[in-house]
């Protein structure tokens, strides 16, 4: 005789609806500490509601170069504009990329809406300057040697460590390294400079009488620098023109420069890019001029060679930071070799400097919106106000239609709530996340759907009372069908906030991201907390015993008697001849 099958028993937090409890309280307490320990406990606010100016810039292809508009071109000219931004000056300004072909500047309340449309809608500049003083990053102290801007005296800092690089000169010489080896056509970039170990440097402490004016301000403004600020590196050599001799901070601020004025531009190169040198089992950056480039690259490289360091360096300087500073040691021609101790990151991020310095992509103004801080308080204002109706509205109608269920209703959505405000807060610093007005919609819409699932829920619930049953049977049996409707409707919910998300740019962004945050936090509140509150409910004397408040009242709901078996009795037959 086959044994008799075993019913199958509830499963995970429905036997033990304590467990899923445990694990929702111990996920909202992580995240609320968090919140606090960073203290971040509020959400970044969008232009939009906070006051600013935000600008969209919309990438046009390059003529002759259809595959100009790509990641990595993207990513390089959002570089270039975040370090004009901050030559503004502005704290907490935003550049990224939104979509394929976008960039969004944020610039917050307190800047200049005009200036910063200039900035970043302008091309960035790259210059081949020649370089006459090389010294620390750091202030000079008042009374110290500063090195003179005419390139009369020498550098009070050497390079401590080089990179090597060759030209396609008709008859190269090689010159020894500090590597130890003999190359072609030497460019050395000075990579952390380091005090002089050859003496101490000549230079003229104070401006003579016979210095003109022009060049003592420059002395001064070089003594004054200070490199290992950013403000300072921002304000480097701010408004110089080509032809102008001027001051500049290397990338990483430990080295500021006293440049000549511009031989080369980087409209004069014509392509550079990072490969590696399978002999040598180094990483190198190949650059090659226009011809008009290359004679101008000939003719400075052909007096640079004559000279002593640091006056034989040649600066690549980017919006007037100094990304580079190779020495040359012979004449070079129509292209050249860096070489030397980079990464693979390093190279390319010198070969894109040196290919796309002058941005790789030209950009126009999509959009450009200026908000008033007041016009963003009231904003905010209103979308709360908003919000609160709207939450309102829905409490309203789940007590006077649910009764007593409401009560797990609004638990519910209070714990959606916190995690959806703490996640929000802690998304602004860890991925930029800022709430803007279509932000709020989404949150408010987000209220109807999160009570949407609950309201499928419960009317599965009624419908199995309806049906003759006893409260804590019915909130078991009508679990899985509703489990399934409420994951399809979040599901599509989801998939259209992805898609909404995919397909647009701008604040329209915020709105989906929103919409799909809540939609999923939906799913995981159900799960973890309604149904294992209903659980813990249908064991109480308030509802299980159909209290008129509850909600739950067989005679309310039209309930049918309550189905019972009964055992079946065999009719008397009558034996068989046989």
Known sequence: MAAPKKGRGPSGGQGRPGRALALILIAMVALTGGMFLSGHTTPRLGIDLAGGTSITLKAQPQPGKPDAINQTNMDTAVSIIER????LGVSEAEVQTQGRDNIIVNIPKGTNSKQAREQVGTTAQLYFRPVLAVTEGKATPAGTATPS????????????????ASGSSPTPKASATTQGRAVTGALTKDTSPSPSTSGTPKAAATPSASVDPATAALQQK?????????TGRAKAGANAKPTDTTIACSSEGDAKYVLGPAEVSGTDVDSAKATIDQQRGMWIVQMDFTDKGSKKFQAITSKLSTQQSPMNQFAIALDGEVVSAPQVNQTLSGSAEISGSFTQQSAQDLANVLSYGALPLSFHEDTVTTVTAALGGEQLQAGLIAGA???????????AYYRGLAIIALLSLLTSGVLTYTLMALLGPAIGFALNLPAVCGAIVAIGITADSFIVYFERIRDEIRDGRTLRPAVERAWPRARRTILVSDFVSFLAAAVLFIVTVGKVQGFAFTLGLTTLLDVVVVFLF???VMTLMARTKFFSSGNPWSGLDPKRLGAKPPLRRSRRVNAPTDPKEA
């Open 222 to 230: 070089f003594a004054a620098l200070d490199c290992s600020t950013k």
């Open 389 to 399: 109706i709207g939450l309102a509205l829905v409490v309203i109608y789940l007590v």
């Open 530 to 532: 309604t149904k294992p």
């Open 149 to 164: 801007a005419s390139g009369s005296t020498k550098p009070s800092a050497s390079p401590s460590t080089k990179e090597t």
């Open 84 to 87: 004009r931004v901050n030559g």
